[in-house]
């Protein structure tokens, strides 16, 4: 063998090691967010899908038959909450993508739109537009996972308060899955947790959350800096957000809520399909996804450590 071809080969080997250890996404792997925004639609036309409802039932099973049609197995937890309105059956749905390792990144969403007596709400964005994009974040992942992490798309049922918002009227689905994974000694497998929640507006600016991990926040802020999206995620401002990461992050695990608390149809009637961007979307989704192979490195350095 001529030292020119054993160069080269030498040049291979290394680059698909290295590429193997810090991942990259595949080519032309991304996002659509008309897909997303398709998604969106679909939930929307069930119109208010509280906890419980009939409309909710057609939601789940939406997400069911969208993700088999990736060819992803899916699970389920259904349980019954005890609610200021009484018991209410609920239903988290989750996929995965396997990777080279049993330790796991979650990238989650709600599902279920908050229940209002008083008016008709359906939560374009505010449960919406993050399922939207986490079945488009399914999509182009089930197709090739940048991480030697294992990948769980989990869909969370009730996050949204009955009443007003208390530790114990708020966040059943994620409350629940904490617990279960807790009861199976399997808390230990989730490495990291990405929460999605009212990324969608015409108008939306996140900001980094305080009651997010550090590292993750700045992750993924200095990530969308270089891709030229410091319009969408603000390069300076906090919000503090107690949501479905909450429970993860109260067990120790890295957390960080990608959310937009200053969204003006807020649990209101006005938080419609036309106040949504699929442009939006679409950029918050694909800085998640260029995010993911860096925030996999930096989960490995750490365990390695
Ligand atoms: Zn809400």
Not at 88 to 104: H, L, N, P, Q
Not at 230 to 250: I, L, Q, Y
């Amino acid at each position: 063998m001529g030292f020119r071809l054993l160069f080269v080969l030498c040049a291979i080997f290394l680059s698909q090691m290295l590429s193997s250890c810090s991942g990259t996404l595949a080519e032309g792997q991304s996002i659509d967010g008309e897909l997303a925004m398709e998604h969106v639609r679909q939930i929307v036309s069930w119109g208010p899908h509280p906890p419980g409802s009939e409309a909710q039932t057609k939601v789940g099973d939406y997400l069911v038959s969208t993700l088999k049609s990736f060819d992803l197995q899916t699970h389920e937890h259904r349980f019954e909450a005890l609610t200021p309105l009484g018991r209410i059956e609920m239903r988290t749905i989750w996929a995965e993508v396997k990777g080279t390792t049993d330790s796991v990144i979650v990238l989650a969403s709600h599902y279920d739109s908050k229940y209002f007596e008083e008016f008709e709400f359906v939560g374009a964005n505010d449960g919406g537009s993050s399922t939207g994009v986490l079945l488009e974040l399914a999509r182009t992942l089930s197709e090739s996972n940048p991480t030697p992490f294992t990948l769980w798309f989990v869909f969370f049922d009730g996050e949204e308060a009955f009443r007003t918002w208390t530790s114990r009227d708020s966040l059943y689905g994620s409350r629940e899955f904490v617990s279960r994974l807790g009861k199976q000694g399997k808390l230990n497998k989730i490495s990291a947790f990405i929460l999605l929640d009212l990324i969608g507006s015409k108008n939306v600016v996140l900001r980094r959350d305080q009651n997010s991990t550090q590292w993750l926040n700045e992750l993924i802020w200095k990530k969308a800096d270089e891709m030229g999206h410091s319009d969408v995620f603000a390069p300076r401002g906090w919000t503090a957000a107690v949501d479905d990461h909450t429970p993860f992050a109260e067990q120790g695990i890295p957390v960080v809520d990608l959310i937009d608390l200053r969204y003006a149809h807020w649990h209101t009637s006005g938080d419609t399909l036309d106040k949504l961007s699929s442009r939006n979307m679409e950029i918050v989704a694909n800085v998640v996804l260029a995010g993911l192979p860096e925030i996999a490195s930096e989960l490995k350095e750490k365990q390695d450590r």
